[in-house]
């Protein structure tokens, strides 16, 4: 996580019948990033700052512009007047005809709904293909994910205030996690590590979220071709019904010895 992505303030700490003290606490940080593609603004981001270019790109994945390395020509952060903070990332494309009208979200995004200024609800249902991969997990490498996630919530240890997402090979080994202050954001740069080093699609892969599944969480893994997708907190009634229908293994309430399989489970084996 980047080194800004924390900052302390100073607050008046309560306890019942205590006096109040004067003490310092770190809050996570939230700031616009204004994302282009070839110079041309075509949505405003509240995230955290630290992998702003993996954002863009998960973006672009997550709204169908971009599915391979090879359509990125180019991804670069701009200067700002923010304290020198880089919040305008611009993505030159090579060899694709982005359909602006489509693209172009018209207004802000919050860090809380990445489906804030759709233009239509038409443009809300992407069309992505359904995963077919047939392979199986063991339960139990499954229910040891949510303790290797908190091992990497390095700002979220300090702060309280983050969203994050993983993502593991079969065997259950980290692949990369991601924090940031909007769980949509977190996942989209999930999604940019992968196109950026040539992981995409994550055919063979786990992605463990640390909040609950909407279905637009759904729908981004699906863009990143992920199969199977494990929460440690609960989903939507959309986000069951897509991960049925994008045959999409859903998994909600993963705690402990226990979890909620909610669609396709074919792809989980019990153990002995």
């Not at 995230?47 to 991804?75: M, N, Q």
């Not at 259950?172 to 196109?195: F, P, Q, S, T, W």
Request: net charge negative; glycine share 8%; hydrophobic share 40%.
């Amino acid at each position: 996580m980047d080194s800004k992505a924390a900052i302390n303030v100073t607050i008046n700490r309560w306890r019942r019948h205590e006096a109040a003290l004067v003490e310092t606490d770190s809050v996570v940080v939230e700031e616009p990033l204004e994302i282009r593609v070839e110079g041309r603004s075509i949505a405003v981001i509240m995230r955290t700052p630290g992998h702003d270019e993996e954002l863009a790109a998960g973006f672009l994945v997550s709204e169908g512009i971009i599915r391979s390395s090879r359509e990125v020509f180019e991804i670069s952060v701009c200067p700002s007047n923010n304290e020198g903070r880089g919040n305008v990332v611009d993505v030159l494309l090579s060899g694709v005809q982005v359909n602006w009208e489509k693209l172009t979200r018209h207004v802000f995004a919050s860090s809380s709904c990445g489906l804030c200024g759709k233009t239509a609800m038409d443009s809300v249902f992407q069309h992505f293909t359904p995963t077919t991969d047939a392979w199986c997990v063991d339960e139990e490498r499954l229910l040891a994910l949510p303790e290797k996630l908190r091992a990497t919530q390095a700002t979220f240890a300090q702060t309280g205030g983050l969203h994050a997402c993983a993502l593991f090979d079969l065997e259950g080994h980290l692949i990369v996690a991601r924090e940031d202050v909007g769980r949509h954001n977190a996942l989209d740069k999930v999604l940019g590590y992968g196109l950026r080093n040539g992981l995409l699609p994550y055919a063979k892969n786990v992605l463990l979220l640390s909040g609950r599944v909407s279905f637009e969480m759904m729908q981004k893994a699906l863009a990143g071709g992920v199969p199977l997708v494990a929460a440690i907190s609960a989903p939507s009634s959309l986000a069951v019904s897509f991960a049925e229908e994008s045959q999409q293994t859903l998994i909600g309430f993963l705690r402990g010895d226990r979890m909620n399989v909610y669609s396709h489970p074919q792809r989980i084996t019990r153990s002995a």
